[in-house]
C-alpha cells in the first residue's frame, strides 16, 4: 500500500499521542492522582491508528472499556480526555463517567463502554441509522477476543449480516480477556473463523502493523461498497500492561511478555523502522512527535488539575429526564 509521508506520519503521530496519553493516565493512576479506573491500550496503538486513518468525519467508532486509543484516533481532544479521567467538570461527560464512557457524537465518538460485548450492538443501530440517512459512512465496532464469546457478538454479526448494515467488526484479539487466557475459553485458534457462521468475511491480521490494519479496513469497507457484504477483521495484538493498572500479571508468560514488549514487536520502533526503510521519516521526526505529544499531555493534565469537580447541585443532572 502506497503512503505518503503526511499519511505515514500522521498515523505515527496518533500511535505516539495514544501511547503518551495511556502511559501517563497510568503512572498517574498508580501514584493515586486518578479515581475509578484505567485499562491501558499500550501495544494496542496500530489497530485504532490504522482504522481511523481510514474513516472520514460521518464515520463513527463504538468503543470499549480500553477505549482511549479508539478515541484519540478518531480526534477527541486530550484535555477534556483527562478531565474526564480526573472527575472534572470540563470532560467529556462534566466528569461524571470517567474513563469507560467517554464519547463525542460530534466526531462519530458514540462512546466507550465498560459493559462488555454491548458496543458491538449498538454499532449497528449507529449503522442502521446511517443506512437509513442513506450516508456513505460505516460504524466501526472495537471489541476484543472475550467479547467474540459473548451473546451480543454473536447476535450483532447475525444481524449485520443479515440486514446489510454498515458496521465493520475489528477484534482486538490481544490474547487475553482480563487474567483467562484465550486458548482456555475458546476451542478455535483464529476467531476470524467465526464469521463464515454469519455469512460474512473473515480475516486475520498482524495487529501491531497499522498498515496492515489500514489495509483490511479499506477492503472490508470497498467489499461492502461492491454488495460484498460485512467484514470480520481479527488484528492479533498484545497488551502491554495489567487488564488494568493494579491488577498483577501472574497469569501471563514472562517470555512472551518480554518478547511482545521488545523493539522487535512494539508497533511504535516497528513502525518507525518501516518509515525510515521507505524514507518517509527519520529520526529527527520521531523525536518531535514524541516531543509534541509530551508537551500535548502535559497540558492536558496541568489543565485537568486545575479544572473544577462538578457541583454537588448538578450531581442528578443528564441521570434521569423528565418530559
Ligand atoms: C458483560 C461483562 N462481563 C464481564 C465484565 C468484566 N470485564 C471487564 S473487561 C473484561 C475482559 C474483556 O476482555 P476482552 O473482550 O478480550 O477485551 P480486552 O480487555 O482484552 O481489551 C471483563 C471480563 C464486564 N465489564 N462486562
Excluded at 71 to 78: E, Q, S
Excluded at 127 to 145: I, N, R, S, T
Aim: overall charge negative; proline content about 3%.
Amino acid at each position: 500500500m502506497s503512503m505518503t509521508r503526511d499519511e505515514a506520519l500522521k498515523i505515527y503521530e496518533t500511535m505516539v499521542r495514544i501511547r503518551t496519553f495511556d502511559e501517563t493516565a497510568a503512572a498517574l493512576f498508580e501514584a493515586g492522582e486518578l479515581p475509578g479506573f484505567v485499562h491501558p491500550y499500550s501495544g494496542e496503538e496500530a489497530i485504532a491508528a490504522g482504522v481511523c486513518s481510514e474513516l472520514t468525519k460521518d464515520d463513527c467508532v463504538c468503543s470499549t472499556h480500553r477505549g482511549h486509543g479508539h478515541i484519540i484516533a478518531k480526534g477527541a481532544d486530550t484535555k477534556r480526555m483527562m478531565a474526564e479521567l480526573f472527575g472534572k467538570v470540563s470532560g467529556y461527560s462534566g466528569g461524571k463517567s470517567g474513563s469507560m464512557h467517554i464519547a463525542d457524537f460530534s466526531l462519530g465518538i458514540i462512546g466507550a463502554n465498560g459493559i462488555v460485548a454491548a458496543d458491538i450492538v449498538v454499532a449497528n443501530g449507529v449503522a442502521f441509522a446511517l443506512q437509513y440517512q442513506e450516508k456513505d459512512a460505516v460504524c466501526v465496532a472495537f471489541f476484543g477476543d472475550g467479547a467474540s464469546n459473548r451473546g451480543p457478538f454473536h447476535e450483532g454479526l447475525n444481524l449485520a449480516a443479515t440486514w446489510d448494515l454498515p458496521t465493520i467488526f475489528v477484534c482486538e484479539n490481544n490474547n487475553f480477556a482480563s487474567t483467562t487466557a484465550r486458548k482456555t475459553a475458546m476451542r478455535i485458534e483464529r476467531i476470524a473463523e467465526r464469521a463464515a457462521a454469519y455469512g460474512m468475511t473473515g480475516v486475520t491480521i498482524d495487529g501491531n502493523d497499522p498498515i496492515a490494519v489500514k489495509h483490511a479496513v479499506r477492503a472490508a469497507r470497498d467489499r461492502m461498497k461492491r454488495g460484498g457484504g460485512q467484514t470480520l477483521i481479527e488484528a492479533v495484538t498484545w497488551r502491554h500492561h495489567q487488564h488494568f493498572v493494579g491488577d498483577r500479571h501472574v497469569y501471563k508468560n514472562p517470555e512472551e511478555q518480554e518478547r511482545w514488549l521488545s523493539d522487535e514487536m512494539d508497533p511504535i520502533p516497528r513502525f518507525e523502522r518501516v518509515l525510515a526503510a521507505r524514507g518517509l521519516a527519520g529520526a529527527a521526526d520521531f523525536a518531535d512527535v514524541k516531543k509534541r505529544a509530551e508537551e500535548e499531555l502535559a497540558a492536558a493534565v496541568a489543565f485537568a488539575k486545575a479544572d473544577a469537580y462538578p457541583s454537588a447541585e448538578t450531581l442528578t443532572d443528564c441521570v434521569y429526564r423528565e418530559g
